[in-house]
């Protein structure tokens, strides 16, 4: 009877958990934009935070205010440190989203040959001869439970191409391998 009851709990905690946590995150997120602004209604700051951002994508986008954003764009990327901050961030982003998403290609390597232990991962350079690292491609392996990852130089002979949505890779790798869509 405890044993069951334990059980019960457990199940709950493991529905309840995830949910919560959303729920708590995106409260803060609120709170904190409304405290930013200070505007006495939880989730309008949130909301003219999310209308900004996309109004300035739809800014960025029209043939009109396109140049003004591009050349903004060129002053970032001739300051020292500000370009290495900008340029990063920017490659990070759109390796994610956009017309230039970079993790679209996922991979399975065989980390030693003959081992048969396998890394599954996505292809982000298919040539490094700029590196004057011929026939050697550069996958990018991230963690699991983290938003880090190692990008590893692996023979071409040793890339295997999935037949897989990326989204669905990514999401096998980032939970640990315990999502199962």
Not at 30 to 56: E, Q
Not at 146 to 163: E, H, S, W
Request: glycine share 8%.
């Amino acid at each position: 009877m405890l044993k069951k009851l334990s059980n019960y709990f457990f199940q709950g905690l493991i529905f309840l958990a995830p949910i919560g946590i959303t729920v708590y995150v995106f409260y803060k997120a609120f709170v904190g934009i409304d405290g930013l602004l200070r505007l006495p209604y939880p989730g309008i700051g949130f909301l003219i935070t999310l209308m900004g951002v996309t109004l300035l994508g739809f800014l960025t986008s029209n043939f009109l205010t396109r140049s003004v954003f591009e050349l903004l764009e060129r002053i970032m990327t001739k300051l020292p440190l500000i370009r290495l901050l900008h340029t990063s961030l920017k490659d990070v982003l759109t390796a994610f989203v956009g017309d230039r998403r970079r993790f679209d290609r996922p991979v399975i390597v065989e980390i030693i040959p003959g081992s048969g232990v396998k890394a599954l991962g996505f292809m982000t350079r298919e040539s490094l001869d700029a590196f004057h690292l011929q026939d050697q491609s550069a996958v990018y392996f991230p963690q699991s439970f983290n938003f880090a990852g190692n990008v590893l130089v692996y023979p071409r002979k040793q890339i295997t191409p999935l037949d897989v949505e990326s989204s669905k890779v990514m999401a096998f790798i980032v939970s640990g391998g315990i999502t199962e869509s």
